[in-house]
Structures are given as C-alpha cells and as structure tokens.
C-alpha cells in the first residue's frame, strides 16, 4: 500500500511543480497577465469549452482527420509487414527503401502533398498514413520474424496452405509486437496530426484550434488545447490499448 | 505379425556445405502396424534428426523413407511430430488446439466437436477445455499437443523426448498414460528418449544407437508383459544388458565425450 501511494505522489510531483512555477509567474507578474492567464482562468476556459461543446467538436474534427487514415495505414502495414517478415526476397526490395523514408519526418512530406492536394482533409490523410505506417510496419515485420519456429513446423505438419498459416499462426504469434506496433503507429500518428492541422488549417481540428487561439493571445485557449490533446492520447494508451492488451495477450500468459 | 508400415532404407543425412559432416549413417529401420519402438541414443547424436527425416521436415542425403509402401517426400498429417516443449498456441484453448489438427480435414465444427470430445477425454482434459494453456502444467501440456497429433489420425506419431521436461512423477504418470492411448489406439509410434528405464517401460523394440553420427549399434525385442514394473528382474537385465553396450561403445569412443555415458543415466 505505501509503496502505491510513494508511486502516485512521484508520479504527480512533477505536474505540481509546472503548476507552482505557473502560479508564482502569473502572481508576480513576470509575465504580463495578458500574455499568461492564471491556472484558474484556463480551468475556467477549459470547462467552459468542454460544456458548450466546442472542444468536443474540435475533437470530432481532429479524429475525423486521423482514423480514417489511421485504420488503413493499420491495414497495410499488416499485410506488408507480414509480407516483408517472410519473405527475405520482399526484404531486399523494401527494407532500403523504408529505412530510407524512415529516415524524414513525416510532417516533411506536407509541402509535397499540398502541392498535389492542397489543403484539404486528403493531405492530412497521407501525412498520417504515413506517420504510423512507418511506425508500424516495423513492429510488424519483426514480430512475424520473431514467430516461433516450432509452430510453423507444426503448421506444415498439419498441411495448412500459406494463407492458413498466416492468419492462424504467424499473425497471432506476432500479436504482441503487432499491437505494440499499432500503439506505437497511434502516437506518432496523433502528433504528427496536431502538426499538420496547424498548417492545413482548412481541414480544422485541434491542431487548427491551437494555432489561432496563439495568434489571438489567448494562452488560455492554447493550453486547453494542448490539455485536450495530452487526455486523449492518454485515455487511448490506457483505456483502449490496455483493454485490447487484457483481452488478448494477458489473457494468454503472453505478457 | 501386423503389416509392415514405416521403413527406412539406408538412410543418411549429411549437414553443412564444404565441411559436410553426417548426422545419420545408413540407418535401417522397419516398424510394423501399431508397434511402439524406441529410439534410444546418446545426446547430440542424431535422433531429432532422424524424427525430421520421418516427418518430411528433411530430405536424407541417401536412402528412402518409405510409408505404406510410399516414398515420402514432404510433411504430412500422416506422420505427426510431438516436440518436447509441446509447442502448444497459447492464443487457443485447449479445446481449440486440439481442433487445430483437423484444420486440412475439411469437416464440419459439429464433427470437429464430436472428435474433440472424444479425445479430450481420452487424454483426461474435457474439464479444461475452455482454458487456456499457460496455466496448465506440463504433464497436461503434452497431453493437449498428443490430443492435437491423434485427431488428425496420423499413421505414425513421432514423439521427440516428449517428457524430458516433465519432473519424474508426471513423466511415469506420462509413461502409463501414453501406453494406455497407445493400447487404445493402436497407433505405431516412434519414441525417441535419453532413458533406458523409459525405453524398456514402453517399447515393443528399442533401436539403440552410437553417438554422432546415429547408426543403430544394437536393436533389442521387449517382450516383457506391460505394464513393466521397474524392479522386476527381467526388466533390470535388459537395462544391465543396455547399459553394458553403452559402455562398450564409451570405450570405442574413448575420446568421444565423457559426457555421453552420463546422458544415459536415467532421471
Ligand atoms: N539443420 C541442421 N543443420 C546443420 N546441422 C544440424 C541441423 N540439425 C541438426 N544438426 C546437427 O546434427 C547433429 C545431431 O543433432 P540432433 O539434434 O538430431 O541430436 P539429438 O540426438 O536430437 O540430440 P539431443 O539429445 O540433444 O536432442 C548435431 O551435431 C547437430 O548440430
Ligand atoms: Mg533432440
């Protein structure tokens, strides 16, 4: 028990120290007030955003932007990365390659693709397909690599074809590098979604929402947005990545 | 005698590419329907090998594996290898692992279910089946992975030190529980095993082999009546009789590993 309470009072020290900090320059006046609300005033803004809607509206614009995307980025970096892992032919030809782009962030890609696509909701798309594919299809390629030996012999003793294989055997063998992958694949996706709203403000979101509450000086604003930003990728680690890991690997001994 | 079944014909297996050296020499071997043979040989010395050969998991160098008058070529539910880690998927149930062996039968879940059913109980787990492996111990472990080989109806199961990882209570529960199956099921088996005691309990014959490469130094007939108890006499001189070849084939090797004789101590 006094362990778990040592843990959550380290755990939250940290916080307290911004919010002190915060505090004493917004009470000595460091900092223009007009530039830096106090902590009570941003609560207050961000209660206030949260009950007439307009941050869960932001909210809904900003997955509108990235699931999609995020969903079939998932999709293709599977069967890719199944591909990749094994076959060492498909290795030659795509781990130059990937480790190439790898290599340039994904929010680099934006000028290009506006080019193409201009502002609109189909450049931030591209942006995160590719922030998460890239992410993912390495988790995904390792973890078919790191399949188990014996049980694809135990897969050929039994006479499965290559397709039976891969969906009974090498995809669930791989499942806890897969999900870490699509966990990993989610963060990266979701900042550099923040990004790209900020500069395709067309397409909305809480990326755009940031971004013009700054050139309004309203700290208030920015930093109920940047909170927002923090809960939500904290509620999909905790909430829907855990739940996924408890049904899954923990309930197979796996972790 | 039964119709002979399994034959291998001057078998070798030579491994690497310019410094080839052989694993298994001119190995013959013949099993008849439901016979159980052991396969008794010092570690290193070729008898997983040889498994994988049977199994279709490796070409010989020379020679032929022949099944049911067949030349075997590729793997095959016809001849199931059992590992000594069970190698079970820890993504199904028990009840799921075991259906798992008809994947390529093409029946029904209702026959599936029926034949599951069936083999749950004769390996004493219907009271598991919903549960997932990594709880179960290992005893039932390799009961689960000997359910999944049975129910895709093998002609031969290849058993690979199955219960070397067992704790010596559950291996000699083991022991009788595979001669029980064994008796219901008529299946021919090939055991391969470090333990002379484990070898005289179980086999109808034991192939006796040299260390690397495997050739069969001396095959005995076990004709005691099962089940065997261990202090019998009889069954203490064919051990003795065992344990002597071993040591003759110690000194052959006298460079050879001391190691060797000891792996032959049973557990
Ligand atoms: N795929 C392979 N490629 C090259 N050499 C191999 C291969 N498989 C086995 N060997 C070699 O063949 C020899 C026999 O190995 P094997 O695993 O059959 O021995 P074993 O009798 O099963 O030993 P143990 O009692 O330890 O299980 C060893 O020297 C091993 O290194
Ligand atoms: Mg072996």
Redesign the interface.
């Known amino acids: 028990m006094v362990p778990k309470i040592k843990e959550i009072v380290l755990g939250w020290s940290l916080f307290l120290v911004v919010l002190i900090v915060w505090y004493t320059l917004n009470i000595t006046q460091i900092v223009p007030t007009w530039l830096l609300s106090s902590p009570n005033e941003t609560l207050n803004t961000f209660l206030k955003l949260i009950k007439n809607g307009s941050l869960i509206k932001l909210l809904l614009n900003s997955f509108l932007n990235i699931f999609p995307s995020f969903f079939v980025s998932v999709f293709f970096a599977l069967i890719l990365g199944v591909f990749v892992g094994i076959n060492s032919n498909f290795r030659k030809i795509f781990l130059p390659f990937l480790s190439a782009i790898n290599l340039v962030p994904s929010l680099a890609w934006l000028p290009l693709i506006i080019l193409f696509f201009g502002f609109t909701r189909q450049t931030i798309w591209i942006v995160i397909f590719i922030s998460s594919f890239m992410r993912m299809i390495y988790s995904v390629i390792g973890g078919v690599q790191g399949v188990?030996r014996?049980?694809l012999?135990?897969a050929?003793?039994?006479?499965?074809n290559k397709f039976?294989t891969i969906m009974?055997?090498i995809i669930?063998?791989a499942?806890p590098q897969i999900l870490s992958g699509i966990r990993v694949g989610f963060g990266s996706a979701w900042r550099s979604l923040i990004g790209a709203e900020m500069l395709v403000v067309t397409a909305g979101g809480l990326g755009k929402y940031i971004w013009m509450s700054q050139w309004a000086f309203r700290f208030d604003q920015v930093i109920s947005g940047i909170i927002m930003i923090a809960l939500v990728g904290i509620l999909f680690e905790q909430l829907v990545f855990r739940k996924i890991e408890q049904a899954?690997l923990f309930?197979?001994?796996?972790i | 005698m039964s119709k002979e079944i399994l034959k291998l014909e001057n078998v070798s297996k030579n491994f690497g590419g310019k410094n080839e050296f052989p694993a298994i020499k001119n190995i013959n071997i013949s099993l008849h329907n439901g016979e159980l043979a052991c396969v008794l040989g010092p570690s290193g010395c070729g008898k997983t090998v040889l498994l994988r050969l049977v199994?279709g998991?490796l070409k010989p160098t020379t020679g032929r594996i022949i099944l049911d008058d067949k030349e075997i070529n590729k793997?095959?539910?016809d001849?199931?290898?059992i590992?000594q880690?069970y190698?079970l998927?820890?993504?199904m149930t028990v009840y799921s692992n075991i259906i798992?062996?008809l994947?390529?039968s093409g029946l029904s879940l209702r026959q599936k279910k029926v034949l599951a059913d069936k083999y749950l109980k004769m390996v004493g787990l219907t009271k598991f089946k919903n549960w997932?492996?990594?709880?179960l111990s290992g005893g039932m472990k390799q009961r689960i992975a000997i359910a999944r080989a049975l129910i895709?109806n093998p002609r031969v199961l290849l058993m690979d030190e199955p219960f070397a990882a067992l704790d010596s209570q559950s291996r000699k529960h083991m022991r009788a529980n595979l001669e029980k199956i064994w008796q219901k099921t008529k299946k021919t088996i090939v055991f391969v095993t470090h333990s002379i005691n484990e070898a005289i309990v179980l086999a109808d014959t034991i192939y006796l082999l040299s260390s690397s490469p495997a050739r069969i130094k001396k095959i005995y007939k076990i004709s005691l009546p099962r089940p065997r108890p261990q202090y019998d006499s009889k069954f203490m001189k064919i051990a003795k009789d065992i344990e002597k070849e071993i040591a003759k084939e110690f000194k052959n090797n006298f460079n050879h590993d001391f190691k060797n004789n000891l792996i032959f101590k049973d557990i």
Do not use: C, M
């Open positions: 188990n014996n049980w012999l135990v050929r003793n039994l006479e499965l039976q009974k055997v669930p063998g499942l899954t309930k197979w001994g796996l | 199994a998991f793997p095959g539910t001849r199931i290898l590992f880690d190698i998927f820890p993504w798992f062996g994947e390529k997932y492996t990594h709880n895709s």
